[in-house]
């Protein structure tokens, strides 16, 4: 059966042409679905005839909320959505003066491996479909109730992995008679996949690219971030070097402050030296204290940021959100998988 969801308007037209089916269903039936409709039955101008023909021909796959933390502290929403096979993902809601933002996932699971994440302890299970990312920011704002204006992708998974998959996601969430969410309010963040920086900028999107930078030498990030045997962080700066000349578009680098191992004033002025020539901007993270792993919070944050400061770099402390409820990449997931083992092995 097709995935009916995963299809762009135009497919969906030439689809339900095949079928025998006017024009205008493409339409019809793209909006109803992007407007939360979990079943054929659900679409009152399609006749019954239709709607048990459509069921036949096409398959819809909702996720279901499998746990919904709600923060006490600042409203932030943790979904975890059980997927049609039985996989996991996470979405985070955050709720910001500029707007309602949802983190999504793009993979069940990572397989880059970078050693202070959650995400990528248990490897990569599966890619997502474009149906199932577009669904975290559909059911969000279904089951939430808040509009959402701004999308990160910054969830479980590598964007830049499943790059065919996410740039269907952008054109479906971009569409005018679906969820019409700007490039401009939509983040991608990748852990320095240089081909897909360098596919990126010749398209010339206008949403904003977010690198996981968390080291600006070899050494070091080599050492916390697999990724960068491929992809080395001299070629990885000039790949954005390159995606700012091409497209005009400052560059966010994701800092996680880790504890004795990138927070030196060395590797400030570092950094600083090699954001230099492009209007990059910096974000420290605190970093979340990961079980599993052996890395702590640096102490050194704001003496970091006024170091990069001091070379003229902006750099901004991200505000940390949902304190209270596993609120950050993968946790919940993780934690849930735990329980589940521990069930099963339990005598
Ligand atoms: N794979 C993509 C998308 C994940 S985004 C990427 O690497 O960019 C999630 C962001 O949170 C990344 O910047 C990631 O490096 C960061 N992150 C992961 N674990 C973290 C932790 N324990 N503390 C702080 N930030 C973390």
């Known amino acids: 059966m097709t995935d009916l969801k995963s299809m762009t308007q135009e497919e969906m037209t ?45 398959l819809l796959t909702p996720p279901r909320v499998a746990r919904k933390q709600v923060s006490r502290l600042d409203g932030t929403i943790k979904y975890l959505w059980e997927l049609s096979d039985g996989n996991c993902i996470e979405s985070v809601l955050m709720q910001y003066h500029h707007g309602n933002t949802v983190c999504i996932s793009s993979q069940v699971g990572c397989r880059m491996g970078c050693a202070f994440c959650a995400s990528t302890v248990a490897g990569k299970v599966r890619d997502l479909t474009p149906a199932e990312m577009l669904d975290q920011v559909i059911f969000t704002q279904k089951d939430s109730g808040l509009p959402i204006s701004n999308i990160v992708l910054m969830g479980i998974g590598e964007p830049m992995d499943n790059l065919n998959t996410v740039l269907r996601f952008l054109e479906l969430v971009n569409h005018t008679d679906g969820l019409n969410i700007g490039m401009r309010h939509i983040s991608l963040s990748t852990c320095g996949v240089i081909p897909g920086i360098d596919r990126l900028a010749d398209l010339g999107l206008q949403l904003t690219l977010s690198v996981s930078l968390h080291a600006p030498d070899s050494e070091t990030r080599s050492r916390i971030m697999p990724v960068n045997r491929a992809y080395d962080v001299e070629k990885l700066f000039d790949a954005c070097h390159r995606y700012f000349q091409k497209t005009g578009r400052r560059i966010s680098f994701e800092y996680a402050m880790i504890d004795g191992v990138n927070d030196q004033d060395w590797q400030a002025d570092l950094l600083a030296k090699k954001i230099r020539g492009m209007p990059g901007h910096v974000n420290l993270i605190p970093l979340n204290d990961v079980v599993e792993s052996p890395f702590k919070p640096s102490k050194r944050v704001a003496a970091f940021q006024k170091r990069l400061e001091s070379h003229g770099i902006t750099a901004t402390v991200r505000r940390s959100l949902g304190g209270d409820i596993d609120a950050s990449c993968g946790q919940l997931r993780r934690k849930a998988m735990e329980e589940q083992k521990k069930g099963v092995d339990a005598p």
Do not use: C, V
């Not at 079943?39 to 009152?44: G, I, V």
């Open 14 to 58: 030439a689809s339900l042409k095949a079928l025998g089916e006017p024009a205008f269903r493409g339409k019809q039936i793209f909006t109803w679905l992007h407007r939360g409709a979990t079943s054929f039955d659900e679409m009152s101008n399609l006749s019954k005839a239709l709607r048990e023909k459509l069921k036949g021909e096409y």
